[in-house]
């Protein structure tokens, strides 16, 4: 919990500093990058996390994988070498991303289904969502066949359960009283 504190304080930071100089867009691109890197290359993601491994080597090689960022991205790089917090980089990534995305009057919204939803059926979830939401909405789409039927919606905080399996739970619940 302490390092996802920490790496919103960072990503806050990070993206005020991008945005008075006009590179917010640029380092969020940096950002995106560094997220799917790390989470997609476990020799990185445990070279990060190895607490054998001395930070210069860690930021030496975080320079040279990642050599051409924005020079705001490569002070974050040394910011981290400076207070021995290399372990939260993905999570920063992550947190900019979304703080970036904030800034911008965009949100990404889930919807659960038990099956992949339809363009139609997107179309509709956007549609009401609109309703709840006056930002830009980003619809990603997880399929959980758990849920037998119905939707869950997660809209920044706000969460709407109408599954099946959340009613055969209340259901059940309900009897069992």
Do not use: C, H, W
Not at 30 to 35: N, P
């Amino acid at each position: 919990m302490t390092g996802s504190r920490a790496a919103i304080r960072y990503a806050k930071a990070i993206l005020e500093m991008a945005q008075a100089t006009g590179a917010a867009a640029q380092v969020n691109d940096d950002m995106a990058l560094i997220a799917a890197t790390i989470n997609n290359n476990t020799e990185l993601y445990d070279f990060i996390n190895n607490p054998t491994v001395k930070a210069a080597a860690k930021q030496s090689v975080l320079t040279e994988v990642f050599a051409n960022t924005q020079s705001i991205t490569q002070g974050l790089f040394r910011l981290l070498f400076d207070n021995q917090r290399f372990e939260i980089l993905a999570q920063i990534a992550g947190q900019y991303k979304q703080q970036f995305d904030a800034a911008n009057g965009e949100e990404e919204a889930t919807v659960t289904t038990a099956f992949e939803i339809t363009p139609e059926l997107e179309a509709k979830v956007l549609e009401k969502i609109k309703e709840i939401s006056d930002k830009k909405i980003t619809l990603k789409n997880i399929v959980d066949p758990s849920i037998i039927g119905g939707f869950i919606l997660r809209v920044g905080d706000k969460q709407f359960n109408a599954s099946v399996a959340s009613r055969l739970i209340t259901l059940k619940r309900e009897l069992s009283n």
